[in-house]
């Protein structure tokens, strides 16, 4: 028994001691991993250089014709015809109805015949004067007939003064009954038909023309926005282009107008319920896309913000605070993280005004797998402005201080785009 009890107090013992040398090698290499560290990660970065941006707001709009007439009769009478094509173009003074002219040819007929007779009783008492002024000098006559002889004179020359005013009105009426484009532009459908009896200044429109090239499109910004820019101005972080202010137009559809516009003017007072005040910009359409009452969003550019930074909105995320936050990659390849100041959009990127610095490498794929501290390999890669996307390894030089970044244009309540 002895042996055999031995026996196994010794394989019992070395196979205690086979177990303390594999846990103690087991807790040296989690030493050694704890020591290393996390393995390096490989992330794609953007290098950050000042740029020159176009500073625009991108409001909310409508198109209006820049001249609007509705066309109403100015006498009475019966519709004859229609005399141009409705959805067509018409010049000023184009004839657009024809009203039975008998009446008013019969009226202008008669006025001309009062005229005529109110003019032939003016010679005879124009002799009558001119005789009783002789005779009076020899005193063969009173003064009181030759009195009475100036004030028939008198009479008979207002009467043809009245004759004449009275032939104007006919004639006019009887033009009147040609009722013509008041302005040029484009003309709506007719409301009435021939046949149709029409009255002096009724209410009824007849029609409308609309001036649409050029046309004007409006647009509302609020009077918040408005201080928010003069002070920009004031503190020179924005530098204002000038009173010649172009203009962009994008449509319905998303697509951008091919016109540029000019801006006209400003209202000089705030809405007291909507606290916003509207512009006005005008836009050559030579091709009648625009019609009035279109929604459309302009594009106003407000001043140039200069040695300006701008980041990839991939590259940023939020705090549990709130704030804007970035992962960077330092001179050592250590992972930093800041938090940014954004002023607004700048397309698919941020306009930051404070946390980043020139030659400052951002990361815009990877960050979340690595956190602070931590070493990374990273690789230089370029942006597609116009999707947000990563197009691939960063080729040519890079932008230097003061250089032009392109970007495009959208969002609210500010978007910006880069000045070429």
Do not use: H
Not at 31 to 52: F, H, M
Not at 385 to 410: F, K, M, V
């Amino acid at each position: 028994m002895f042996p055999n009890q031995y026996f196994a107090a010794g394989a019992f013992g070395r196979s205690l001691a086979l177990v303390l040398i594999f846990f103690l090698a087991a807790c040296g290499q989690d030493q050694s991993a704890q020591k290393a560290g996390p393995p390096r990660a490989d992330v794609s970065v953007v290098t950050l250089r000042p740029t020159s941006v176009v500073i625009t707001s991108e409001l909310p709009g409508r198109t209006t014709a820049s001249l609007t007439a509705e066309v109403r009769p100015q006498v009475g009478g019966i519709i004859k015809s229609r005399l141009f094509e409705e959805g067509g173009e018409v010049k000023a003074g184009d004839a657009l109805y024809q009203i039975d002219p008998a009446t008013y040819q019969a009226s202008l007929d008669s006025a001309v015949a009062s005229l005529q007779k109110a003019e032939a009783a003016v010679p005879s008492a124009q002799a009558k004067v001119d005789r009783y002024q002789n005779l009076a000098k020899q005193n063969a006559v009173s003064k009181q007939d030759l009195d009475d002889a100036l004030a028939t004179l008198a009479q008979a020359k207002a009467d043809v003064a009245s004759a004449k005013a009275s032939v104007e009105t006919a004639r006019i009426n009887l033009d009147y009954t040609k009722i013509t484009a008041p302005i040029g532009g484009r003309i709506d459908k007719s409301s009435l038909t021939p046949g149709a009896l029409v009255t002096a200044s009724q209410t009824t429109v007849l029609t409308t023309i609309r001036t649409i090239d050029p046309i004007n499109v409006d647009v509302t910004e609020s009077s918040t926005n408005l201080l928010a820019w003069r002070k920009a101005i004031k503190e020179g972080r924005l530098k204002f282009a000038g009173p010649d202010v172009s203009v962009k137009l994008k449509l319905e559809n998303g697509a951008t107008y091919p016109q540029l516009g000019k801006f006209a003017f400003v209202e000089s007072n705030v809405s007291e319920s909507t606290g916003t005040f509207t512009l006005r910009a005008i836009f050559p359409n030579p091709d009648r896309l625009l019609l009035p009452g279109m929604y459309v969003r302009a594009i106003i550019e407000q001043g140039v913000a200069e040695n300006s930074f701008v980041v990839p909105q991939r590259a940023v995320t939020r705090n549990t605070k709130g704030e804007a936050t970035a992962m960077f990659v330092g001179k050592e390849g250590k992972v930093e993280q800041r938090v940014l100041t954004i002023d607004r959009n700048v397309g698919n990127n941020w306009l930051v005004s404070s946390g980043v610095q020139d030659g400052d490498r951002v990361i815009v794929e990877g960050m979340q797998r690595v956190r602070p501290g931590q070493d990374v390999t990273a690789s230089e890669v370029t942006i597609d402005e116009n999707t947000g996307e990563i197009r691939g390894p960063r080729q040519g030089r890079q932008l230097g201080s003061g250089e032009t970044q392109t970007a495009a244009s959208s969002g609210a309540p500010g978007a910006s785009r880069s000045r070429k």
